[in-house]
């Protein structure tokens, strides 16, 4: 644990230095602020849409900055072999992974609270009612990102280039909220007489499944969330993320450097 | 090699921990939106929406068209029923309400919205009684669903004695649309209750953060300087 801090620590630092982070972050606040134009055209449901597109604003660019760290800095330092500075001192490849992670989900709360005070003040000045789901869909965009970078980083070492790693975390992201079709897919091809359950259901629980995670999304829905569906769905998201992550340790520590 | 199949026999368990944490959820927990392909949406954007997790943001934006939709005149073949709902017929209300409820079922104000349209603006009373059916379907517990379907059904018959209580109560919610109050008003004036149709026009202009329906306010006002 003594020798994570440092690299989570590293992390932060570099991250913070990266002009990109601040781009990302002002992007999200300025289309933030800009909700409340889509808002104007939208009479009587002025704070609905500007809860909607903040939320989304929110979880897009906590996404994006969480590629542009996970591919940007391991990807990165393997490829200008940076990361043979770290390794030859003692540090555990294990700690490294872990470290670095741990450091790009810091950076990404950082972020997603800065977005979701900026959206919480505009609401607050448009008048919106407090609701409990806002607190849950921030936690659960947080749970997505932790997911999604567990991911990244394990594409990233995966792959050889940064293209194809971020458009491999794209294509899982997106994976991710159809998973649920994967049933109508199978319901569809039993009817047919192709059976391929196993292999679909397979897949299934292979691919993560954000729309567990999309609260943002069935904000109206009349019946609250039970308390234990809430620790499943946070249980789900942490085991998830570390089995890849675990999985990156296993794919970095067969690489020679 | 050694380490590697150490966490190897790490990996494997929690994996099987994360499939059991999955299926816990799924016993308890049924995702509460229509499949985007059942809901066919007309617009690639509103697909690529759900896909990204984006779902209530194109539903969102579903609802802005169709405002822009009904607020826009229709083109000239639609003049001739001007006197009727003085701006056109607009024969796609209905399927585009639908469309905004059915990517976001939980949207009350666009059933409400797209209900009162409907039956009070264009007398199509059926499809409105539709549209606010699916509402009830969806959220069983929003009792205002039921409020409306009994006031068109009123209008319907012309009982506007049974009519009026029911809409007196709808325009004391905050989600009450302006449509709603404009009916009451309008049924108001024809019975020579101006003290009272004043009353809600002047809330539309005191209230209302729709500039149309502000305006439209306004002008019945001043037109009921006549009677006054």
Not at chain 1, 35 to 59: K, W, Y
Not at chain 2, 69 to 81: A, F, I, P, S
Request: proline share 3%; charged share 20%; net charge positive.
């Amino acid at each position: 644990m003594k020798k994570i801090i440092p690299i989570i620590e590293y992390t932060l630092k570099e991250n913070i230095r990266h002009k990109i982070f601040y781009t990302i972050l002002l992007f999200a606040l300025v289309i933030i602020v800009s909700s409340v134009l889509f808002s104007m055209l939208s009479p009587g449901e002025e704070t609905r849409v500007i809860l909607d597109i903040g939320l989304g604003a929110i979880e897009i660019f906590a996404f994006l900055s969480a590629i542009s760290a996970a591919v940007g800095l391991v990807l990165g330092e393997m490829e200008n072999k940076s990361v043979s500075l770290i390794l030859a001192r003692p540090v555990r490849r294990f700690e490294y992974i872990w470290g670095r992670y741990s450091g790009i989900l810091f950076i990404s709360l950082i972020n997603i609270l800065v977005m979701s005070l900026g959206l919480l003040f505009l609401l607050y000045i448009k008048g919106w009612e407090f609701n409990f789901r806002f607190l849950l869909a921030i936690t659960f965009i947080f749970l997505k990102v932790v997911i999604i970078s567990a991911l990244a980083i394990l594409i990233s070492l995966i792959s050889t280039s940064a293209i194809s790693s971020v458009s491999g975390t794209f294509f899982l992201w997106i994976l991710g909220h159809v998973t649920d079709h994967l049933k109508y897919l199978n319901y569809v091809l039993v009817q047919k007489g192709v059976k391929i359950t196993i292999f679909l259901k397979a897949i299934y629980y292979l691919l993560p499944n954000f729309q567990y995670l999309n609260v943002k999304d069935y904000m109206g829905y009349p019946n609250p969330l039970a308390g234990t569906t809430i620790f499943w769905q946070v249980a789900y998201s942490l085991i998830y993320a570390s089995v890849a992550t675990w999985l990156s340790v296993l794919v970095f520590s067969r690489k020679e450097f | 090699m050694r380490k590697s199949i150490f966490i190897i026999f790490l990996i494997l368990p929690l994996f099987g921990l994360s499939v059991f944490a999955q299926h816990q959820v799924e016993k308890r927990f049924q995702f509460p939106l229509p499949s985007i392909i059942e809901v066919k949406p007309s617009s690639f954007i509103y697909f690529w929406g759900s896909l990204l997790g984006l779902r209530r943001i194109s539903s969102d934006l579903a609802w802005i068209r169709l405002l822009q939709y009904y607020g826009t005149l229709e083109d000239e073949e639609h003049v001739h029923h001007l006197d009727r709902c003085e701006r056109g017929e607009y024969e796609d209300l209905l399927p585009m309400c639908q469309e905004v409820v059915r990517l976001d079922p939980y949207f009350h104000y666009a059933y409400l919205f797209g209900g009162g349209c409907l039956a009070f603006n264009h007398e199509r009373y059926d499809e409105a009684i539709e549209l606010l059916r699916e509402g009830i379907k969806n959220n069983p517990k929003f009792w205002k669903f039921r409020l409306y379907i009994a006031a068109i059904v009123y209008t319907r018959t012309r009982e506007y004695d049974k009519v009026v209580p029911l809409l007196e109560e709808a325009i004391r919610y905050r989600d009450c649309p302006e449509v709603v109050k404009f009916f009451l008003a309008s049924i108001y004036k024809a019975r020579g209750e101006f003290g009272r149709a004043i009353a809600i026009w002047e809330n539309i202009l005191a209230t209302s953060r729709n500039d149309q329906a502000r305006a439209t306010a306004e002008s019945r006002l001043k037109a009921m300087e006549i009677y006054r």
